[in-house]
C-alpha cells in the first residue's frame, strides 16, 4: 500500500505558473505508474497527466499539454506536476493517483489504460488549484 499527498497549490493569476508536488511513502519507479487527475466544480474528474512505472512514458490530457510537465524527483518518492501557462480553466481539485505497476500497465494491451480512473488504485486528498484571471 502507498499513502499519496499533494502539496503546492494556490491561488494564481493566468498566465502563471504552479508546481504540485506527491509525496509517496514508497519508492515508486517500477513499483508505481503515477497520475494526475482534477476535478472541477460541478464537474466530473479528468485526467491530465501520467507517468508509467518504468519511467519511459509520459501522457498528458490534449488541453495541457506544451504547458504540463510530469516528472519524478531522483529520490523516486515524489512525483511533480509543473503547470506553466495556466488558464481560468485550469482551476480545479488536483489529486495525485497510483497504479501498481504490473503486466497490464507494462504492455499496454489497452492504451487507454494511463487515463482511466479506475486503472489506479490509490488516491490521495487533494490539492487545490485556482487561476484568476
Known amino acids: 500500500q502507498v499513502q499519496l499527498v499533494e502539496s503546492g497549490g494556490g491561488l494564481v493569476q493566468a498566465g502563471g505558473s504552479l508546481r504540485l508536488s506527491c509525496a509517496t511513502s514508497?519508492?515508486?519507479?517500477?513499483?508505481?505508474?503515477m497520475g494526475w487527475f482534477r476535478q472541477a466544480p460541478g464537474k466530473e474528474r479528468e485526467f491530465v497527466s501520467a507517468m508509467d512505472g518504468s519511467g519511459r512514458s509520459t501522457y498528458y490530457a490534449d488541453s495541457v499539454k506544451g504547458r504540463f510537465a510530469i516528472s519524478r524527483h531522483s529520490d523516486e518518492n515524489t512525483v511533480f506536476l509543473q503547470m506553466n501557462s495556466l488558464k481560468p480553466e485550469d482551476t480545479a481539485v488536483y489529486y495525485c493517483?497510483?497504479?501498481?505497476?504490473?503486466?497490464?500497465?507494462?504492455?499496454?494491451?489497452?492504451?487507454?489504460?494511463?487515463?482511466?480512473?479506475?486503472?489506479?488504485?490509490?488516491w490521495g486528498q487533494g490539492t487545490q488549484v485556482t487561476v484568476s484571471s
Open positions: 493517483a497510483a497504479a501498481v505497476y504490473g503486466p497490464t500497465w507494462a504492455s499496454l494491451s489497452d492504451p487507454n489504460i494511463p487515463f482511466r480512473g479506475n486503472s489506479y488504485d490509490y
Open positions: 514508497r519508492r515508486t519507479f517500477g513499483r508505481y505508474s
